[in-house]
Structures are given as C-alpha cells and as structure tokens.
C-alpha cells in the first residue's frame, strides 16, 4: 500500500501504515518482511516456492484460526505469533 504524499505529510502517513502492519498477526508480517526481503536475491522458482511454504505455515497457525475466530466473534483478535 505504497502512497505518495507532501513532505508534510510523511511522518504521519509512515505512522499510520505502521498502525496498520501491525494489527495483523505476528507471524503472517514476520514471513511477509523475510520474504520481501530475500526474494530478490532469489532465483524466481525458489521466491515462488518460498511464498507458497510461508503461505502453508501462515493458513495453518494459530494465529490464522484465532483471526478467523474473532472476525467471526466481532472482536479484536489476541495474536500469539504462533
């Protein structure tokens, strides 16, 4: 979610995007910045299979079923990073 804004605006909007990463699970933005990172110093076949790995361990963590059970319950999910 990449924007464009005044100067001015900068430190306000960098903060509020942070806000946002951080409401998310532990776990699923931990993998995501690893993978970022790494992918491109990665052949594409590897990057490609290293997003589908994160992927597998992200739909099958804890995390994923509390946020899925407090999307369900109306409420602010208690994410553990597991």
């Not at 699970?25 to 995501?32: C, E, F």
């Not at 589908?52 to 994923?64: C, L, N, P, T």
């Amino acid at each position: 979610m990449s924007r464009v804004v005044p100067a001015a605006a900068l430190l306000d909007t960098a903060l509020a995007l942070s806000e946002l990463i951080a409401a998310n699970g532990p776990l699923a933005v931990r993998l995501s910045k690893e993978l970022v990172t790494a992918a491109p110093d990665l052949p594409l076949e590897e990057a490609w299979a290293r997003n589908d790995e994160y992927g597998r361990r992200i739909v099958g963590s804890a995390d994923m079923r509390e946020g899925l059970r407090a999307f369900a319950e109306k409420r602010q999910p208690r994410w553990t990073g597991r």
